[in-house]
Nanobody, 123 residues
Framework: QVRMVESGGGLVQAGGSLRLSCAAS????????MGWFRQAPGKEREFVAA????????YYTDSVKGRFTISRDNAKNTVYLQMNSLQPEDTAVYYC????????????????WGQGTQVTVSS
């Protein structure tokens, strides 16, 4: 299996920025898509962004479009999520995951998940 380790979370003020990293270990990626999801207490895990490097395309949920950027360092098997103009509504635990089947925006389409990293945005 692949182990995903997220890092880069923390506490920032509204308007600030963070860059999350997701490092994969165990083996190289056999998929062509990875995604970021987030989950706040008592809420469902929701799609944030995904990157398909075979197509060279990125996808974002409407609420983060224009503010977040997903990218990948193939050599390091690491996916990044640059988060700018953060707002309190972005507060959640952020997870990276490996896509294997299904629509990119569905959490059920991903199989390997990281432990998550907490992002807290103060007003």
């Amino acid at each position: 299996q692949v182990r995903m380790v997220e890092s880069g979370g923390g506490l920032v003020q509204a308007g600030g920025s963070l860059r999350l990293s997701c490092a994969a270990s165990g083996r190289t990626f056999s998929t062509n898509t990875m995604g970021w999801f987030r989950q706040a207490p008592g809420k469902e895990r929701e799609f944030v962004a995904a990157i398909n490097w075979s197509v060279g395309r990125t996808y974002y949920t409407d609420s983060v479009k224009g503010r977040f950027t997903i990218s990948r360092d193939n050599a390091k098997n690491t996916v990044y999520l640059q988060m700018n103009s953060l707002q309190p509504e972005d507060t959640a635990v952020y997870y990276c995951a490996v896509h294997y089947s299904g629509t990119y925006f569905s959490r059920y389409a991903y199989n390997f998940w990281g432990q998550g990293t907490q992002v807290t945005v103060s007003s």
